[in-house]
């Protein structure tokens, strides 16, 4: 191999690399995120007995505050429950992506990480300004939609296909 050729290849390796820590990066913020909605998702069925938070507002959880406000649901839908469809729309975009080798499931996950990054910033601020109390556990699912419509947006930019 001549030095030119093991040059370009160390560079390619570069990029691989950089390409991958960047989807596992994604895919680790979005499991997150998945089971974070997940929780919530089954409290609101289950009955919020079984939310396990750390804030006390007004003699009893914040997040049970939270939950059970009128912006805890969209026309009966729980937020949670949106929250993770989003995370599987997330997870289907990766897959999208490696299925077909585009730029349809890069956009896909963008627009995804985009929409679920400007609702977890509404709710944010209805829980500063509107129900004086915060959840933990939205604020999780907030703090890894931010780090994803970063991530996703690097990967959009990049335009770089995911090789599986």
Not at 136 to 163: K, N, Y
Request: aromatic share 12%; hydrophobic share 50%.
């Amino acid at each position: 191999m001549s030095a030119t050729q093991d040059s370009a290849h160390q560079s390619a390796a570069r990029v691989s690399a950089r390409r991958d820590r960047l989807i596992i990066a994604i895919l680790v913020f979005t499991t997150i995120g998945f089971l974070d909605a997940a929780y919530l998702t089954y409290v609101h069925y289950k009955g919020f007995s079984a939310l396990a938070c750390f804030g006390a507002h007004s003699g009893h959880s914040s997040c049970v505050t939270v939950q059970s406000s009128p912006w805890a649901k969209i026309d009966g839908v729980p937020v949670a429950l949106l929250g993770l469809i989003g995370y599987v729309g997330l997870f289907v975009s990766y897959f999208v992506t490696a299925r077909l080798n585009g730029e349809i499931g890069r956009a896909m996950g963008f627009c995804i990480a985009l929409i679920g990054f400007g609702f977890s910033a509404y709710l944010t601020y209805r829980e500063l300004f509107s129900i004086h109390a915060i959840c933990e556990w939205c604020v999780g699912s907030a703090v890894c939609m931010t780090f994803l419509v970063v991530l996703t947006a690097i990967r959009f930019l990049r335009g770089e296909p995911v090789t599986t």
